[in-house]
């Protein structure tokens, strides 16, 4: 199903290209969308989650493992890859349950979070950096073609912001490119605290001028 809504953005900069890719959560299933006045390319879906710990009991009882979710994976990766090169370096902040970072093809493939149980869920070929996403010093600087998050940034509240920002700059080559899925308080906001975690709210115009100005 193909739609036209105002809930993802698109940014070329001179650093290479941004890809902010807004997740509704009201949708029942993955949809294609585009927006206006951006290129827009998204893949929403309505049950992706950022999992840290299954030990922890909020993450237990609200992000247990979900085999259903990795098909809805597949689709955002196949969708993704004309922007992941074969050839590439992804880090993928956030990893979780590494549904991203397992299904996507690049020759080197970082999943970076600090829950314990990271290892349980990466696949082979994947590397493992149980590191905070502020201070991830197994990366060298410019040394990633891409850096993936997935229902990330509204974890991290404004004291940590800056420090994450910082690390994804020092690590994106100058061409490299950052793809963000991110849920929209816009179009989602009676359920956007449903998760008690959540730290900060964006929206697609606020999260756009937010990178502009961070130099993406």
């Known amino acids: 199903e193909t739609t036209c809504r105002r809930d993802t953005c698109y940014v070329q900069s001179t650093r290479g290209c941004l890809d902010v890719y807004w997740l509704g959560l009201e949708s029942r299933g993955p949809r294609i969308s585009y927006d206006w006045p951006y290129r827009v390319l998204s893949v929403c879906a309505s049950f ?26 597949r689709e955002i ?30 020759e080197k493939k970082y999943a970076v979070d600090i829950s314990p149980e990271l290892s349980q869920h990466a696949a082979p070929g994947v590397t493992i950096l149980n590191e905070s ?18 229902n990330f940034l509204e974890h991290i509240d404004d004291t940590d912001l800056p420090g994450v920002m910082s690390e994804i700059r020092r690590i994106l080559k100058q ?34 001028a937010f990178l502009v100005s961070e130099g993406f």
């Open 175 to 208: 061409e490299g490119r950052l793809i963000l899925l991110q849920p929209n308080f816009r179009i989602a906001s009676a359920r956007y605290f449903d998760d008690y975690t959540h730290r900060r709210i964006w929206t697609d115009a606020g999260l756009s």
């Open 48 to 73: 992706l989650t950022l999992p840290m710990s299954a030990s922890d009991p909020y993450y237990a009882s609200r992000f247990v493992p979900d085999p259903t979710r990795r098909t809805v994976w």
């Open 77 to 106: 990766v196949r969708f993704l890859k004309p922007y992941v090169p074969a050839h590439a370096t992804v880090i993928d902040l956030g990893a979780g349950y590494c549904d991203f970072i397992n299904e996507v093809g690049a």
């Open 133 to 150: 996403a502020k201070n991830i010093s197994s990366i060298p600087d410019s040394s990633a073609d891409v850096v993936h998050a997935s």
